[in-house]
């Protein structure tokens, strides 16, 4: 007892009272791309993208191929692009994590009327790692801890497919996990649907071309959410889900 009053006295309170509003330091975020011609021929951010996430005439970013490395910041001679701490990332469509010039923020995640009917109070997640590094499935488990403390909301992890709305997925999805993934989806009950998190589950990420993967599953089911990162930091997927769903500040204190 006394050794966890002295911690707390030392560390203070790890709670995150208020997620939607909370910057985390040092956290590579949404890249902003400013305004103004780049030099004739220039392609050196282009060039240093290891994913493909970069086009050019006009520049704009892939959120959903883009990794974070931040090498194309550096690259680029005219210092057009940067990388800010906004966590603010997720999409409902492929086409909203496009960052253009000049563009400031994404949209925020569009409420779905029939989901937050359905599942505003109480959200069941069942998570299926795909082939992933443990990157974004470490960043998701912390969305339960003491920090973030999702269940504030009425979300929360389960442990089988046959309890859960929501199946997440993340990882590139090879060949090896095309079954497990099949078996999940098919034993969810209706209604479900699908968030897929992280570069790799998007687009394949670094391994987009390799002969292990087997993607036909999101060729035949498409997410309802798209969560962008290399891994996403958990707020990046808690805004996602909470804007998806219409949960509010102060509906934390409803649902309990």
């Not at 330091?25 to 890249?31: I, K, Q, V």
């Not at 029939?114 to 912390?142: T, Y």
């Not at 798209?226 to 769903?245: E, M």
Request: with cysteine.
């Amino acid at each position: 007892m006394l050794k966890s009053l002295r911690v707390r006295v030392s560390q203070g309170s790890q709670y995150i009272p208020e997620l939607r509003s909370f910057v985390p330091a040092g956290f590579r975020g949404l890249p902003l791309i400013s305004e103004g011609a780049c030099l004739s021929g220039c392609t050196a951010c282009q060039t240093v993208c290891p994913t493909k996430a970069i086009s050019l005439d006009p520049i704009r970013i892939d959120l959903g191929r883009c990794v974070f490395c931040g090498e194309c910041a550096p690259a680029c001679p005219e210092k057009k692009i940067e990388y800010t701490s906004q966590v603010r990332m997720g999409s409902a469509t492929l086409e909203g994590l496009m960052v253009t010039e000049g563009q400031k923020s994404l949209s925020p995640v569009a409420t779905s009327a029939a989901l937050k009917k359905m599942f505003g109070r109480s959200l069941k997640m069942r998570q299926v790692s795909a082939g992933g590094c443990n990157g974004c499935e470490a960043e998701l488990n912390a969305v339960a801890n003491v920090n973030f403390d999702l269940q504030r909301y009425g979300i929360e992890w389960v442990a089988s497919p046959r309890h859960a709305d929501a199946l997440v997925l993340t990882g590139p999805l090879t060949r090896n996990m095309a079954d497990a993934v099949e078996l999940a989806w098919d034993a969810m009950p209706e209604p479900r649907f699908i968030v897929a998190v992280g570069a790799c589950t998007i687009s394949g990420g670094l391994y987009e071309e390799s002969s292990a993967l087997d993607r036909t599953f999101l060729s035949r089911f498409s997410p309802t959410l798209y969560v962008p990162g290399c891994p996403p930091h958990p707020l990046t997927f808690v805004a996602a889900i909470l804007d998806l769903l219409g949960i509010q500040r102060g509906d934390a204190e409803i649902s309990k």
